[in-house]
């Protein structure tokens, strides 16, 4: 209960940090947390993608509970780096646009993938995630407080996700399981809206 707790309160007070940072002009380290913060919040196809790593690490439980999420964070920030030294990388935003298409069938097919796959998968597309937040951090941003803003808030996004498998699966093991499959199945949908350019 008290970790539940601190968690909340943990929440509450990171969501906080963007709008400080909006309501006061600010350069720095608190002008970073903000704008990194705010970034994944703001483009559907990161919140997508975000959330389907938690439900597919929920998907398949055990070690890929913390694994996934863990790896996603870990190489998105690797990503980030790139895209704040100005190091070109090809096709991120079809990469991004392909994450949520991916991520989201394969969480409504439900494919038992092992862990170390399911990592890899999850990895590949962070980095194209990771990049399209560190090319487009503001100039008067502080390097490091912009990239625990976006990691900050992608874990977030993680364990939103995480939270909704579990939230899905209270409600029965069929009923559960449909809903989750439909839940990879509208990312999915709106995955390819966002590659076509209709969202």
């Known amino acids: 209960m008290r970790q539940s707790i601190k968690r ?5 007070a990171a969501a906080a ?15 970073g947390l903000g704008h990194g913060f ?3 919040m703001t483009g559907l196809d990161h919140i997508l993608a975000m959330v389907m790593v938690g439900v597919l690490a929920f998907q398949l439980g055990g070690r890929a509970t913390w694994l996934l999420p ?8 690797a990503g980030g780096m790139l895209g704040m030294a100005g190091i070109n990388l090809p096709f991120v935003e079809l990469g991004i646009a392909l994450s949520v298409v991916v991520l989201g069938a394969v969480v409504a097919l439900n494919i038992k993938a092992p862990v170390a796959a399911a990592m890899a998968i999850v990895g590949f597309f962070a980095i ?7 090319s487009e951090m503001p100039e008067n941003a502080a390097g490091l407080a912009y990239a625990i803003g976006f990691m900050t808030a992608t874990a977030m996004l993680h364990v939103a996700g995480l939270a909704l498998g579990f939230a899905i699966g209270r409600g029965g093991e069929r009923s559960g399981f449909l809903a989750t499959r439909l ?6 949908i709106a995955g390819v809206g ?6």
Not at 17 to 31: D, F, K, L, N, Q
Not at 70 to 77: D, S
């Open 128 to 134: 194209f995630h990771g990049h399209a937040h560190g």
């Open 38 to 40: 705010a970034h994944p």
């Open 8 to 12: 909340v309160l943990l929440a509450v």
């Open 70 to 77: 863990t790896t996603f964070v870990l190489v998105m920030a």
């Open 17 to 31: 940090v963007p709008a400080a940072a909006y309501a006061h002009p600010a350069i720095g380290e608190a002008a």
């Open 194 to 199: 966002i590659l076509a350019g209709l969202i």
């Open 183 to 188: 839940a990879g199945g509208i990312a999915t």
